[in-house]
């Protein structure tokens, strides 16, 4: 599987512009993925490009970043690196058979839209963005996906994203309320949003250092099979 363009298909920034086939990618600053460069080419002129890519995120008000995954353009890594930026964000990529993940677990409500509750417990879980929550629901409702939640009493306890991709499922959003944490709810709400898809695979990804993240998806069956991080330009002296 292609998960760079997997990725970037399922988390659609609402802003691209291609430059020498590098993906230029702007949404308000809502995550790094809908706000990096994909680069899985080589450009004739590797520094004109990277050049390109600070000015059209500098325009924004926002540093250059970079999507550097296992299909990443070559050299561009060292390249960067040479130019000051950062690391940020190791992460890993899991992928499961659906029919190894466990069946059932309790009731689960999957729509076709996230509902106000649905975008509230995940922007309380994982709102690291400002204001930046109108920028986050036009960025999940960019492409057809699900969106799976363990409500009680009308408040969405637990939730997640699914977005079929033919026959292989991408799992985003998941987030669970602190109070509501160590009951099984993520996994409840992971096992019925594949159990709705009925497709052949699923992935996700979460950050190199969740470990306790890494040990759920493994109990159902997923297994890291790649990894990517970002490339940040450090901020200039005057923006200090």
Not at 22 to 43: D, E, F, I, Q
Not at 60 to 68: A, D, I, K, T, Y
Not at 102 to 118: F, L, N, T, Y
Request: aromatic residues 10%; hydrophobic residues 40%; glycine residues 12%.
């Amino acid at each position: 599987m292609d998960f760079d363009l997997l990725f970037h298909e399922a988390w659609p920034a609402y802003e691209q512009r291609v430059h020498e086939g590098w993906v230029l990618r702007h949404a308000g600053g809502v995550t790094k993925r809908a706000n990096s460069v994909l680069a899985l080419h080589r450009p004739a002129d590797l520094g004109g490009a990277i050049e390109t890519a600070e000015a059209f995120y500098g325009e924004r008000g926002q540093r250059c970043v970079f999507s550097m995954g296992a299909k990443a353009a070559p050299g561009l890594d060292e390249e960067l690196e040479r130019r000051g930026y950062e690391v940020v964000d190791p992460t890993v990529v899991m992928v499961a058979s659906c029919g190894q993940i466990g069946d059932g677990a309790g009731p689960v409500r999957v729509e076709e839209r996230p509902w106000p509750g649905w975008m509230e417990t995940w922007w309380a879980v994982d709102g690291r963005y400002g204001s930046g929550y109108g920028e986050a629901e036009r960025i999940c409702t960019g492409v057809p996906a699900w969106y799976g939640a363990v409500e009680e009493d009308g408040v969405a306890l637990a939730v997640g994203r699914a977005v079929p991709q033919g026959d292989t499922l991408g799992i985003f959003c998941m987030a669970t309320r602190p109070e509501a944490r160590r009951r099984g709810l993520a996994r409840t709400v992971l096992r019925a949003l594949v159990r709705h898809a009925g497709v052949g695979s699923a992935y996700l990804c979460t950050t190199a250092a969740n470990q306790a993240a890494q040990a759920l998806y493994r109990s159902e069956g997923f297994e890291v099979v790649s990894r990517y991080h970002y490339r940040v330009r450090r901020p200039a002296l005057d923006d200090v």
